[in-house]
Every structure is written in structure tokens, then in C-alpha cells.
């Protein structure tokens, strides 16, 4: 596919999104999803900087995601702060989370690294779940009431979210694409294929990885802050806990094609109406069915195309090259 064609292509995807809200209720439990799958999207692809291109294979990231929702809930409760600013904040304090665990970690690899960031999430959850005075403890926290406003990221309608979510998944699929395509992205890739390699020529890989980890935080972490928005209620095993962010944000990328900017978009687009359906037919037929029809379709879909779902297309590209 040539790279008008792919312009076209997203160009036209990107329409598709913006018109859907036309013929759905913005009150509806359809446009929640979409929000839903548009925001999972971002986080996957955040998490796509680190676990694709230098193949990291985190699972500590919900860290990051809950150190944003907290840090904007908590500057607009006690601070009165917009969110927005709050946002940015979050992505700070994330960013250099981000830099404390990378630090002594960033000479780990495979399983190991996985173990070691895994670790850290859950530290984050046992803190934030004892620290009650700050965070609320095990009752959460609720994002304060006010009328509709942009500068306060509060809406009644979940449609101003929707666009907002999309908003977020282009931007930083378009910092994806930029990493990917810079110096940084080559090293990284380096990285990947083989460290001792990449360090014989030349490149300083603990630093690659650290620059990688910096930057994988704070788009984390700002994500953080437009889940709090929209759900106006989160605890700590919510936002900290590994099997609803950590690990959920890592196989969608890994489901949709890990490395790839369209990997994560594709593993949203699936695993998110997924997971509603089998919770939303399943749950009240036996306990744990839904999870376990749900778990037996990743499975099924990770045995038939290890690549990601976005091989899907690359391979029936080169097919369609070679008979013309």
C-alpha cells in the first residue's frame, strides 16, 4: 500500500469517527463503548513506545495511568485546578515514575523486566490503597460535580468525551509514528533485534530505553486523567491494578500487531466491543463465563496470527502484489 493510499485510508477511517456520533444516543451505553475503545487505543499505543518498538514487555504501566487519574482528581478537589492542567501535571509526575523504575531496571530483559515492572504497579496499588487520607483508600475517589464546562473536562453527555478520546488516540498515534520514523525510533529497534549489537555500533542503549520509558509514562499518565473524567468515580485496584490496565493494554497492542501504529487501534476495535459483549450476554449466565469465553477467543486469535491482527492486512498486501 503506497503512502497516498494510507493517507486515504486514515483520512477516511478518521471521517467514519468523527460522524458516528450522528446515529447514536449520547446518552447510550453504544457511544461508551466507542469512547472506550478510542481511549484504550491511546493507552495500548502508549504502551506500544515502550513494548513494540523496544520490545520491554511492561506490565507495570497501570502505575502511570493511576498516578494521572489521582494526581488531576486531587489538584481539582483540593486546588480547585482544571483537569487540563491537572493533565499535564499527571504526565509529569508520570514521566519521572517512569524514570525511577527504568533506572534500575533498564538492564533487565524478557520475563524478568515483565516481573520487575509488573511489581512496581502493584506497589503502587498497596500505597494508594493504605495512603486513605490522600486517596480515599479502598472507597475511591469521586470526581467533583459542576456543570457542563470544557475548561473544568466536565459534560453531562458522554459525546464531548468521545471526540476528546479520538482526539488523544490520533495525537499519540502521531507521536508513535514520529518515534518510529526518528533517530530514536532506529535505535530502538536496535535495541530490539539485539542489545549487544545495537551497543557495538554505537548505540547508548540504557539511555534508548529510559528516553523510551519518559516517554511511554507520560503519555500513560495523561490518559489517566481523561478515564477519571469520564467515569467520575475510580479506587485504587481500578487504576492500579495490573489485569484491568497493565495487562489488558498490553495484549491489545499485542493482539492488534505489537510495533505497528495501526496494532493497537485494531486490538481496541476488538478486544473492548469483546469484552462488553461477552459481560454483557454471558455474565448473567454463569459466574466467570464471560471471562472464560473472552480469554479462549484471545487465545484462539494469538495461536492463528502471532503478529497482531494488522498481519491480517500486510500479508494479504503482498499477496495481492504478487498475482499482479
Known sequence: MTRPTKLAAAALALLAALCLPLGLDHQGYA???????????????????VGGLANQMSLGHAAFFGIGAYTSTLLLIHAGLSPW???????????????????????????????ATLAFGEVMRVVANSWAGLTGGPVGLSVPFAPDSLALFNFKSTVPHY???????????AIFVWIRNSALGYRLRAVRENVDAAEVVGVDTARTKLVAAVISGVLMAMTGTLYAQLNFFFDPDTVFGAAPISIRVALIAIVGGVGTAIGPIVGALVIIPLEEAANLFLSSQVAGLSGFAYGLILIAVILVQPHGLAAIGRR???????AS
Not at 457511544?31 to 513506545?49: C, D, E, H, K
Open 316 to 322: 494479504f498486501q503482498r499477496k495481492s502484489k504478487g
Open 31 to 49: 457511544i461508551r463503548v466507542a469512547t472506550l475503545v478510542f481511549l484504550f487505543g491511546a493507552m495500548a499505543q502508549s504502551w506500544n513506545v
Open 163 to 173: 471526540y476528546i478520546a479520538l482526539a488523544a488516540l490520533c495525537l499519540v498515534t
Open 85 to 115: 492542567l491537572g493533565m499535564l501535571a499527571g504526565g509529569v509526575l508520570g514521566g519521572l515514575a517512569a524514570a525511577l523504575i527504568s533506572l534500575p531496571t533498564m538492564r533487565l530483559s524478557g520475563h524478568y523486566f515483565a516481573l
